[in-house]
């Protein structure tokens, strides 16, 4: 088992759903976006206990989740029924030969060392359909712990002990994604319900992309 299934089996046997029920506020808007595109098959690497998988699933998209966690997986069987979950690290994509109108990624990207960063980025444009579309959110360099923490890479900081999070600015992120055309980009504050801890709102920053094939 790895150092970050280790991480998130234990917090999700500990805090259970860990960000509530509600979808984040990114899948919403990468929603209305996939409805202007006329998406009808997603992937979502990083699927956790299937929060935003079931709001996708829940408005009439065919949706596949990939989990590294167990204990996830374990949640989202009760709480996500409609979408197929594979188990396993993103970083050994793909799971099946399907390929994706979309792919939608919420706060996993910002996760990875750089060169696993783009070897991730990759792996997604591998699954997508020609002219496919992707939607990204990730931590911003205007959250509260950019810069708290021991520094592992430039812009990448332990604020948790066992979870590295590299912050993204605007034209970082965009670099990142230098093989797609790019959309839009923004910022938005995302709320958080932690249950008995109460609620916080992170600043993630966003990007949508067109794969270019």
């Not at 596949?64 to 396993?88: M, Q, V």
């Not at 109108?101 to 020609?130: M, T, W």
């Not at 708290?148 to 890479?153: M, P």
């Given at each position: 088992?790895?150092?970050?299934?280790?991480?998130?089996?234990?917090?999700?046997?500990?805090?259970?759903?860990?960000?509530?029920?509600?979808?984040?506020?990114?899948?919403?808007?990468?929603?209305?976006?996939?409805?202007?595109?006329?998406?009808?098959?997603?992937?979502?690497?990083?699927?956790?206990?299937?929060?935003?998988?079931?709001?996708?699933?829940?408005?009439?998209?065919?949706?596949?989740?990939?989990?590294?966690?167990?204990?996830?997986?374990?949640?989202?069987?009760?709480?996500?029924?409609?979408?197929?979950?594979?188990?396993?690290?993103?970083?050994?994509?793909?799971?099946?030969?399907?390929?994706?109108?979309?792919?939608?990624?919420?706060?996993?990207?910002?996760?990875?060392?750089e060169p696993d960063r783009r070897r991730f980025i990759g792996k997604c444009a591998d699954q997508l359909e020609a002219c496919g579309l992707a939607f990204f959110a990730v931590f911003s360099e205007e959250e509260p712990t950019f810069g708290k923490g021991r520094q592992t890479e430039p812009s990448t900081f332990e604020?948790?002990?066992?979870?590295?999070?590299?912050?993204?600015?605007?034209?970082?992120?965009?670099?990142?994604?230098?093989?797609?055309?790019?959309?839009?980009?923004?910022?938005?504050?995302?709320?958080?319900?932690?249950?008995?801890?109460?609620?916080?709102?992170?600043?993630?920053?966003?990007?949508?992309?067109?794969?270019?094939?």
């Amino acid at each position: 088992m790895t150092r970050m299934e280790q991480y998130w089996n234990g917090r999700f046997l500990t805090e259970g759903k860990i960000w509530g029920d509600s979808p984040s506020r990114t899948a919403v808007y990468a929603g209305k976006l996939f409805r202007e595109k006329r998406v009808r098959t997603i992937l979502v690497p990083g699927a956790g206990y299937g929060r935003n998988t079931a709001f996708f699933a829940a408005n009439g998209l065919q949706v596949s989740g990939i989990e590294l966690s167990s204990e996830a997986l374990r949640l989202a069987e009760a709480h996500d029924p409609a979408t197929r979950f594979f188990k396993g690290s993103v970083l050994d994509m793909p799971f099946s030969n399907d390929v994706y109108d979309a792919v939608y990624c919420f706060n996993l990207l910002h996760l990875f060392s750089e060169p696993d960063r783009r070897r991730f980025i990759g792996k997604c444009a591998d699954q997508l359909e020609a002219c496919g579309l992707a939607f990204f959110a990730v931590f911003s360099e205007e959250e509260p712990t950019f810069g708290k923490g021991r520094q592992t890479e430039p812009s990448t900081f332990e604020s948790k002990p066992g979870r590295p999070v590299h912050y993204f600015t605007r034209e970082d992120l965009r670099a990142h994604f230098e093989g797609f055309k790019v959309l839009e980009t923004g910022l938005m504050e995302d709320a958080e319900d932690h249950g008995d801890e109460g609620s916080h709102v992170h600043v993630v920053r966003y990007i949508a992309v067109s794969a270019r094939k």
